[in-house]
């Protein structure tokens, strides 16, 4: 007959267990643009930029490696990308023009046809211009993560993986883009990605933002726990803090439909829906991430300076229930 093993060897085998079951367990962290330039002028670093990294990497060396978890960082594109891609109109490509010009023609066909092919020439260098302004800033990011921090990160482009269809993701190139991150997450690499300028098959070009990403490989990949939006402010509030004195933080949000009534009392619905700007699209993907990809415990929004705590509770595998205090918590956690 054979005798369940000793207790000793139950325990030997226990921290094994442990990080292989926690293997699965991956965190996606958002480095957002106002986190890591100044937006207030073009193609400038955040002087903050530094302490950033090290928050995030000092993260990932006491709290994800240690239990095997994995982290994928994306970043946005902030004063490098925003200007460009906003002069030149590339999010909306060069391929609309032709029907927009087509509609408005007042003049002879060939002073049309060389109008037309201005504009579309405009949009295309405003393209590469952009891809140049993003990639800078990319290896701004990467070689401080490398160098500061010590992280095993290979870039993920997005033009050379991805297209989209009328600004959004194909199916093809979604697998493609999964199938490379996994794959460099199982040989223990930390991915990083960045929003870019991509080739759209309607458009031509379109701009394919860092959240999209997320929301792409939150829903996808089934290992994604937590997702943490860095940026300028604390998180999601009442109202503007830049310009309301009185704003209040909202430590908690659910995403429960729009009639449950502690949705009302926490967050004062119509105050958060009205938000505008950058903080009103972070909501948004962050509900959208919430129905989406019912794998996901939670979604936060912090700032740099709380970013490398924010990150370790989020790497937690406990549940966050409602009679949890968060008061210590200077950040928004949004749950179902």
């Known amino acids: 007959m054979t005798l369940a093993p000793p207790l000793t060897r139950i325990l030997t085998f226990f921290p094994y267990f442990r990080a292989n079951f926690a293997l699965m367990a991956t965190v996606i962290v958002k480095l957002g643009g106002a986190a890591i330039t100044d937006k207030s002028i073009s193609g400038t670093l955040s002087p903050n930029i530094d302490n950033l990294v090290d928050g995030v990497t000092r993260a990932y060396h006491e709290e994800f490696r240690p239990l095997g978890r994995h982290l994928i960082i994306i970043h946005g594109a902030g004063s490098f990308g925003h200007p460009p891609?906003?002069?030149?109109?590339?999010?909306?490509?060069?391929?609309?023009?032709?029907?927009?010009?087509?509609?408005?023609?007042?003049?002879?066909?060939?002073?049309?046809?060389?109008?037309?092919?201005?504009?579309?020439?405009?949009v295309k260098f405003g393209m590469a211009l952009t891809r140049q302004r993003v990639l800078r800033l990319h290896h701004h990011i990467l070689q401080r993560l490398q160098d500061r921090g010590g992280l095993p990160v290979l870039s993920v482009s997005p033009y050379d993986t991805?297209?989209?269809?009328?600004?959004?993701?194909?199916?093809?190139?979604?697998?493609?883009?999964?199938?490379?991150?996994?794959?460099?997450?199982?040989?223990?690499?930390?991915?990083?990605?960045?929003?870019?300028?991509?080739?759209?098959?309607?458009?031509?070009?379109?701009?394919?933002?860092?959240?999209?990403?997320?929301?792409?490989?939150?829903?996808?990949?089934?290992?994604?726990r937590r997702c943490v939006f860095i940026t300028d402010v604390a998180g999601i509030y009442t109202r503007d803090p830049k310009h309301c004195a009185d704003a209040v933080l909202i430590q908690r949000l659910h995403c429960h439909e729009q009639n449950d009534s502690r949705f009302h009392e926490q967050s004062t619905l119509n105050g958060v829906d009205d938000v505008t700007g950058a903080m009103k699209s972070k909501w948004q993907w962050a509900k959208n991430i919430m129905s989406d990809a019912h794998h996901v415990s939670n979604v936060i929004i912090c700032e740099a300076a709380t970013s490398n705590k924010a990150m370790a509770e989020a790497v937690d595998d406990i549940t966050i229930d409602d009679d949890v205090d968060l008061a210590c918590n200077a950040w928004t956690i949004i749950l179902r």
């Open 85 to 122: 891609a906003k002069k030149y109109r590339v999010k909306s490509g060069w391929l609309t023009l032709r029907t927009e010009e087509g509609k408005n023609a007042s003049h002879s066909s060939n002073d049309h046809a060389r109008r037309q092919l201005e504009q579309q020439d405009e």
């Open 162 to 224: 991805v297209e989209t269809n009328e600004g959004t993701l194909t199916e093809e190139s979604s697998d493609r883009l999964v199938a490379r991150v996994q794959y460099l997450l199982r040989q223990g690499f930390v991915p990083l990605l960045f929003g870019d300028a991509v080739l759209d098959r309607a458009w031509g070009a379109t701009i394919l933002s860092g959240d999209a990403l997320m929301h792409k490989l939150a829903t996808r990949l089934p290992s994604v």
